[in-house]
């Protein structure tokens, strides 16, 4: 969150519902700028159908098939976790929600929330008269009306500094992985394991977390074999995952090839301030324990990571996948399966 606060809510006043004003709106959708635009479903019924609408601008799908055991996004502090944790990750500054007006008084708190966890910049577009409603969410708020078109576009192009401090503006576009080739939607083999580097623990001393190891550029994960697809390809395919813990621990399963076991071992700890380093553990007795350097495209997916385990307040050294063995990793396979990705089975 921003020091002294997020800027004040802007409402963007549209009393004749023009499509000019929605058109602004959407035509300010930048990610890689710091600027998500979301168009809310007011019709979906489900309590985190907000949630979903803005994990889908941000680029993400929601798992499939879970109907046996429910997925976490059923749920809606799970979903607006995934959603603050991504918004601080692709360090969006500028929240655009277009037909404001038609949102449940709840669904309009969950903005003011969202704005106050990530530190954000909120704009609101209110597509009818100024109601009570309105004044009665914004009257412990900060915040503006504007009610003309030119000052609305202004206000709509504003680019924030991200709350981690970084310029998200033009100074800085996030790279993301550009595939060299198309995806054809074949399934991707899971790699066999790499060696790693192996650290020895001296008797009744506590294993230390991941230490920094000499850089790596590397696009490819460890992997051996002919059924082996590019990273750049499964990089693409997890920017899509929409929980964040989901996506890491597959771009780690990748990487290294630890099970389920294995990945539920992995501390807050075990990867480095930098993301270029993770640990892996033989076991609970941490006896001879692996290191493996992070490749560039996976580095923004352990950063989600860890910014998911502050904004839940979890101790740097408590399991940074919690509850990833609940029904044997269950929801992890349905996430590898939505992207159509080997998951290693646990012996």
Wanted: positive net charge; charged residues 20%; aromatic residues 4%.
């Amino acid at each position: 969150m921003t020091a002294g606060g997020p800027p004040p809510v802007t409402v963007i006043h549209d009393k004749d519902d023009h499509p000019a004003w929605t058109t602004a709106a959407h035509a300010a959708h930048e990610p890689a700028l710091g600027r998500l635009t979301v168009d809310p479903s007011p019709a979906n019924g489900a309590p985190a159908a907000l949630a979903h609408d803005l994990l889908y601008a941000l680029g993400k799908r929601l798992p499939q098939g879970g109907e046996k055991y429910g997925t976490w996004a059923d749920s809606q502090r799970p979903a607006w976790d995934a959603v603050a944790t991504w918004v601080l990750t692709h360090h969006i500054g500028h929240l655009i929600v277009c037909r404001t007006d038609r949102l449940t008084h709840a669904r309009q708190r969950q903005l003011l929330a969202l704005r106050e966890r990530c530190g954000i910049r909120l704009t609101l577009l209110w597509h009818r008269q100024v109601t009570p409603a309105l004044r009665t969410l914004l009257e412990e708020t900060p915040h503006h009306i504007i009610e003309t078109l030119p000052q609305a576009r202004i206000a709509l192009d504003r680019t924030e500094h991200s709350p981690t401090g970084t310029p998200s503006a033009g100074q800085q576009r996030p790279t993301e992985p550009a595939p060299r080739r198309q995806d054809g939607g074949q399934w991707i083999t899971s790699p066999a394991p790499s060696d790693g580097v192996v650290t020895n623990r001296p008797k009744r001393a506590r294993c230390q977390g991941a230490p920094k190891l000499a850089p790596t550029t590397s696009s490819a994960p460890s992997a051996r074999g002919r059924d082996h697809t590019p990273a750049d390809v499964l990089a693409a395919r997890l920017t899509t995952v929409a929980h964040p813990l989901h996506a890491t621990a597959l771009a780690i399963h990748a990487v290294t090839g630890a099970d389920i076991n294995q990945l539920a071992l992995i501390r807050g700890i075990d990867i480095n301030e930098t993301a270029t380093t993770v640990k892996i553990h033989d076991s609970t007795a941490h006896r001879r324990c692996r290191l493996y350097p992070l490749p560039t495209w996976t580095r923004r997916l352990a950063r989600a990571a860890g910014i998911h385990g502050q904004l839940k307040d979890r101790a740097p050294d408590s399991p940074l996948f919690p509850l990833i063995t609940v029904q044997d990793g269950e929801q992890l396979r349905l996430t590898a399966t939505g992207i159509r990705y080997h998951l290693k089975p646990t012996p």
